[in-house]
DNA sequence: TTCCAGGTATTAC
DNA sequence: GTAATACATGGA
């Protein structure tokens, strides 16, 4: 088995950070590089000065569904350029450069994010992980390499039962994961077609599955479909709005909505991401001792 | 041990 | 509309 390997010259691209920042599950780190799955190929990846060195199962002659998954072709300065220059976001930007956003597939990023629920991220990579190994399928490997799976399409998951999700340590979220694969496997829900719909409209169709609210459908959104204005507000962005923006305010839930509709402008999911990451970091500080919802 | 995690559904005012 | 709680599991 032999490997292709390709360079692309990239220039701001943090991909360490970019694969390690909470939008995607699967990237581990070794010590060549970021191994992980993509379109259900084995990848290694790994940073060099100018470029970013890229190895899969040979043959491989194009190799434009990496250069669609990181977003190759994204100018970042011009989005960067687009965020509110407030010194929070300013900090966000100086402490997280090259973050990007991929393009990752629908149905990976909807079922990963279903397990998300009230799970920290390296629970949740536990949990993803251990899906894939139970229901998806073994891919070629390098030689020495540990074996690796596919994620576990809609119509695996639907043929398996609550119970058998359920040794995947997703708790509660069986319940949730199950019925989502079945109505992607089916059909009543195409995934296909939510690209071709409005924001609004894509996002409604996402909070008809039980298990998927606004938070969770603006992750799917924003990481799967590329919809540059869905904001997902989870716990650490709704910490940091509140604190960052409405020090001494306590403003309502219904309030941060329409202020993070708003006040982030045309690339307001890609601010979303520099603030997340950066909050949860540490990188931008909120109020230490605290982490209780409710302002004081 | 206790608290809480990239939430959501349900129930109660 | 807002508030409280259950939900599985395990990291810190």
Redesign the pocket.
């Known amino acids: 088995m032999k490997l292709s390997s390709h360079r692309f010259a990239v220039s701001n691209y943090a991909l360490a950070e970019t694969l390690n920042?909470?939008?995607a599950f699967r990237w581990r780190e070794g010590p060549d590089g970021w191994e992980g799955v993509i379109d259900g190929r084995w990848v290694l990846l790994s940073e060099r000065p100018g470029e970013i060195l890229c190895r899969a199962m040979a043959p491989v002659r194009d190799w434009t569904w990496v250069e669609d998954y990181l977003q190759l072709h994204v100018n970042l300065e011009r989005v960067l350029a687009i965020f509110p220059s407030d010194p929070h976001m300013r900090m966000a930007v100086e402490t997280c450069r090259g973050l990007r956003l991929l393009r990752q597939d629908p149905w990976e990023c909807l079922a990963s994010?279903i397990l998300?629920?009230?799970?920290?991220?390296?629970?949740?990579k536990?949990v993803v992980e251990s899906l894939c190994t139970c229901f998806g399928r073994a891919i070629p490997v390098p030689e020495g390499s540990l074996p690796a799976y596919g994620f576990p399409g809609p119509d695996e998951l639907a043929r398996t039962s609550e119970q058998e999700l359920?040794k995947c340590?997703?708790?509660?979220r069986a319940?949730y994961l199950l019925p989502a694969a079945q109505a992607v496997a089916s059909g009543s829900l195409d995934l296909e077609e939510l690209r071709k719909l409005e924001l609004g409209e894509a996002r409604q169709r996402l909070?008809k599955?039980?298990?998927?609210?606004?938070?969770?459908?603006n992750?799917v959104l924003l990481?799967a479909y590329g919809f540059c204005r869905a904001f997902?507000?989870?716990?650490?962005?709704l910490r940091a709005l509140r604190e960052l923006y409405f020090p001494g305010e306590n403003p309502?839930?219904?309030?941060l909505e329409q202020f993070s509709d708003t006040y982030f402008g045309e690339e307001s999911g890609y601010a979303?991401?520099y603030l997340?990451?950066a909050v949860?970091t540490g990188r931008i500080s909120l109020d230490a001792g605290?982490?209780?919802k409710k302002g004081r």
């Open positions: 920042s909470g939008q994010f998300s629920s009230t799970k920290q991220i390296t629970q949740i536990q359920r340590k997703m708790g509660f319940k909070v599955l039980a298990g998927v609210g606004p938070k969770i459908a992750c990481f997902p507000l989870d716990v650490w962005v309502s839930m219904k309030q979303q991401q997340f990451h949860r605290r982490t209780r």
